[in-house]
């Protein structure tokens, strides 16, 4: 499976950005997708994930403000970020794995990673 991560950039705090990550070689309704973030100085933390039947999950730090979904016919992964702060700010990776290591914020127990996106945030 290879993960295609994009939509970052720079926006000010309280703007939006939406993220994608867009899967090919294996069929994307097997999987469980989602999203982790490193900001320089900080630990990978996981943000976002989605389950191959739309449960979702969320880091207490984007729930209310992010939301992750997934269009099954383009086999891609949505993160849609609004309300945006300077802490945001990091590299987000697109990765797929079992659902129960997104929640326990398990980074390298995933199957397959993407290439980050930066996105900043300024204040």
């Known amino acids: 499976v290879q993960l295609q991560a994009c939509g970052g950039g720079l926006v000010q705090a309280g703007g939006f950005l939406r993220l994608s990550c867009a899967a090919s070689?294996?069929?994307?309704?097997?999987?469980?997708m989602g999203w982790f973030r490193h900001a320089p100085g900080k630990e990978r933390e996981f943000v976002a994930a989605?389950?191959?039947?739309?449960?979702?999950h969320y880091a207490e730090t984007v729930k209310g403000r992010f939301t992750i979904s997934s269009d099954l016919a383009k086999n891609t992964v949505y993160l849609q970020m609004n309300s945006l702060k300077p802490e945001d700010t990091a590299v987000y990776y697109c990765?797929?794995?079992?659902?129960?290591?997104?929640?326990?914020?398990?980074?390298?127990?995933?199957?397959?990673w993407g290439k980050g996106t930066q996105v900043t945030v300024s204040s």
């Open positions: 989605i389950s191959r039947n739309s449960g979702t």
């Open positions: 070689g294996r069929t994307f309704s097997t999987y469980n």
């Open positions: 990765t797929a794995g079992p659902y129960n290591k997104y929640e326990m914020n398990d980074y390298y127990g995933m199957d397959y």
